[in-house]
């Protein structure tokens, strides 16, 4: 049994941590000292312009599974993961039975300090736009959460299994997850999806 969540941020308390993430966005590629042009043409080559960051945070239960996502040249992310809409009474009848989702940022999401696992992988501008829309979908799909059969590992496998890569047993703490996610697909950082 997994549990997966947290109470969800307010929509001002999330536009008012995307600053702090922003950064972070962007820090991988920063922190490298190279020359400018030689940088840009290395991301280019080696990683695609758009990223999907399959991570873990630490919370008050088991943990929780999201992803951060958008293009590497810009620092606003999207983040996308399965969490019970509602505080502690949702999440505790979610162990029993469906209970309403939501599917945006939770509380910690941005919150650098949280993180205890990510595993980011790049695409092309085509591939992007394909799982970008594959994420929305998913969550416009996802009306509830349950903590065995519908919680956010299970979510953010779903968008892996979709970008080609193979996925671990999604029964597992968030953390093991996405370590075991990186290690099954063996640290690859470029993903190129099969054609339509």
């Known amino acids: 049994m997994i549990a997966c969540t947290t109470p969800t941020a307010s929509a001002h308390e999330a536009n008012k941590r995307v600053a702090d993430a922003n950064a972070l966005a962007t820090t991988e590629t920063a922190s490298r000292p190279q020359p400018q042009a030689t940088r840009r043409a290395v991301a280019r080559a080696e990683k695609g312009p758009y990223y999907v960051d399959f991570r873990a945070r630490t919370a008050a239960s088991w943990g929780h599974a999201f992803v951060w996502y958008g293009k590497t040249s810009e620092k606003a992310v999207e983040v996308a993961g399965l969490t019970p809409a509602g505080d502690t009474l949702a999440y505790v009848l979610g162990h029993i039975t469906f209970v309403p989702s939501e599917t945006g940022a939770s509380y910690g999401d941005l919150d650098p300090e949280y993180l205890t696992a990510s595993y980011r992988v790049y695409l092309n501008e085509a591939d992007a736009k394909r799982v970008f829309a594959y994420i929305k979908k998913l969550q416009a799909n996802s009306p509830v959460w349950n903590a065995e059969t519908a919680n ?18 999604r029964w597992q703490r968030p953390e093991n997850f996405v370590n075991r996610l990186k290690e099954m697909n063996g640290g690859r950082q470029m993903v190129r999806l099969s054609a339509e």
């Open 152 to 169: 956010c590992t299970g979510f953010i496998g779903d968008i892996a299994e979709f970008m080609g890569l193979e996925v671990p047993n």
